[in-house]
């Protein structure tokens, strides 16, 4: 069997050690020889690679291993790159977060405000990555899930529209696992599903099981009940909870569909503020940091420590396996069913051609093709070329460094009640990410 070599562009990332063990744990379908590490922070990436190192070194001898700051040394001889950047880190994070809020506007990670933040300071880290691979190693594919997902990849789609990237998000899947529990079955890998949308902005509207049974009509009564949260959920985050179950108010908007969680941004802005605002100075990002963060290092520190991984801290990260299906799938031309983000053109029929939707592909060794969705109901059609149209102008602000492309995106957003509002977050958002950002005139 082929053996394949990955580098992990984020290689300081909290998620690194979870995907390293994942990788480990799949070996019998997607063998690696090589596993790099590659970050543009080097006292950050060694602290996670050390321990990376003597994980490695007791589970998997044969697995070369190494790590890098340096492009020419993370990027040559690899067939894939898996990036989860981050640009600016927590730090930035948080601002993106609480920004807005000041505004009385809710801040997100992906959504919002906040998510363009962040767009604009991905869009030059994850095509840098992208052209670092087309150096050094110009046949391997890019598989990205750096956020937000749905701008970096219109991003990819205007300024390197022939590079062998996919975009992918892992929220469909962790919601299917939700699904198929409340279905009965044993993994979402036993399901068939027809969905349609943008990246963190979707809706499925079909789900079978192996012999073709319709399992819409039991995951919506139970999603009318108690939203996506099920029986396993004891030892979920509140946070995430509180999303599974925000569901059932989501689903009610519109119950000839399930909605993906990230449409409470959307539809219900004034609730997650209000929710929000009551900790203004404990966002989301300083959750992650006082607990992931936190946690990941310090098991990081232990291992070195200690000089072994027996018995460490590092959880393998199956919810991650996604990536795996991707690269598995790419490498052995498996023609696989995954939801990816990529150019309409066609398959939601009453759509803007150009836009990057998130739909079923069936992917193999020559990339993916796109399946077929036909027409979309117009509420869905409707919210999605709003938010399409924020993605495309925050992708022209990038290019032509225009302020005015970047206030009508904000403006647009649903998330945000007027232009004068938009323009006093945007303002306050150029100054913090000064040095992140193109300069906008
Ligand atoms: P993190 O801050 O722990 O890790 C990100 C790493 O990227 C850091 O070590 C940082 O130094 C590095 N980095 C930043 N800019 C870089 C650049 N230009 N070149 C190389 N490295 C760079 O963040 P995290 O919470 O572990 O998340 C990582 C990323 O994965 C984020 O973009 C997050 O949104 C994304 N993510 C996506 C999905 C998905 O489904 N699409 C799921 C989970 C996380
Ligand atoms: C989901 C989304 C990702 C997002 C993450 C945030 O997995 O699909 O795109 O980055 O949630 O999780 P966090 O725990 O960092 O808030
Ligand atoms: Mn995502």
Redesign the pocket.
Same mark, same amino acid.
């Given at each position: 069997m082929k053996k394949s070599s990955v580098v992990i562009?984020?290689?300081?990332?909290?998620?690194t050690p979870g995907i390293v063990l994942m990788l480990l744990e799949h070996q019998d379908r997607f063998p690696v020889r090589q596993i790099k590490l590659?970050?543009?922070?080097a006292e950050?990436?060694k602290k996670i690679a050390e321990a990376c190192r003597i994980l490695l070194a007791e589970r998997a001898p044969d697995i070369a291993f190494s790590y890098s700051v340096r492009p020419e040394e993370a990027f040559s001889d690899v067939d894939f790159v898996m990036a989860?950047?981050?640009?600016g880190?927590?730090a930035m994070r948080e601002k993106d977060e609480k920004i807005p809020m000041r505004h009385g506007v809710l801040g997100q $990670?992906t959504c919002g405000p906040g998510g363009i933040a962040y767009g604009m300071r991905s869009i030059g880290?994850v095509i $840098?990555?992208l052209d670092y691979m087309e150096k050094y190693s110009p046949d391997a594919w890019m598989l990205n899930?750096?956020?937000p997902?749905a701008i970096v990849a219109e991003a990819c789609r205007r300024l390197r529209p022939c590079s062998r990237v996919i975009n992918?998000?892992?929220?469909p899947v962790g919601i299917e696992e939700r699904m198929a529990e409340i279905a009965g079955l044993k993994s979402r890998r036993e399901m068939t599903v027809r969905y349609y949308g943008l990246n963190h902005f979707g809706w499925w509207c079909d789900i079978r099981d192996r012999d073709g049974n319709d399992l819409m009509p039991a995951i919506k009564a139970h999603v009318a009940g108690c939203g996506y949260v099920v029986d396993s959920d004891a030892g979920t985050e509140p946070d995430w909870r509180e999303t599974f179950a925000k569901a059932r108010d989501v689903y009610a908007v519109d119950p000839d569909t399930l909605p993906n969680t990230y449409l409470k941004y959307y539809l219900f802005p004034d609730y997650v503020f209000r929710h929000d605002s009551r900790h203004p100075e404990h966002t989301r990002a300083s959750e992650?940091m006082e607990h992931r $963060?936190k946690e990941v290092f310090a098991a990081a520190a232990d291992i070195v420590a200690r000089g072994t991984a027996a018995g460490c801290g590092f959880h393998s990260d199956e919810h991650a396996s996604y990536i795996v299906d991707l690269a598995e799938a790419i490498a052995f031309n498996r023609q696989a069913r995954m939801l990816l983000i990529v150019e309409n053109d066609g398959a939601i029929s009453n759509f803007a051609s150009d836009a990057m939707v998130e739909i079923p592909c069936l992917v193999g060794s020559a990339g993916y093709e796109k399946i077929s969705i036909g027409r979309i109901p117009l509420f869905q059609k409707g919210l999605m070329e709003q938010q399409v149209a924020v993605e495309k102008l925050v992708v022209d602000a990038w290019i032509n460094g225009s302020y005015q492309a970047l206030w009508q995106a904000i403006t647009l957003s649903r998330t945000v009640p007027s232009a004068s509002v938009a323009k006093a977050i945007l303002d306050d958002l150029i100054e913090a990410n000064r040095g992140y950002w193109p300069e906008l005139k």
């Open positions: 562009a984020g290689g300081g990332s909290t998620f590659y970050d543009n922070d950050r990436q989860h950047i981050r640009v880190k927590y $990670e880290g $840098e990555i899930y750096s956020n997902a992918i998000c892992d929220m992650v $963060e």
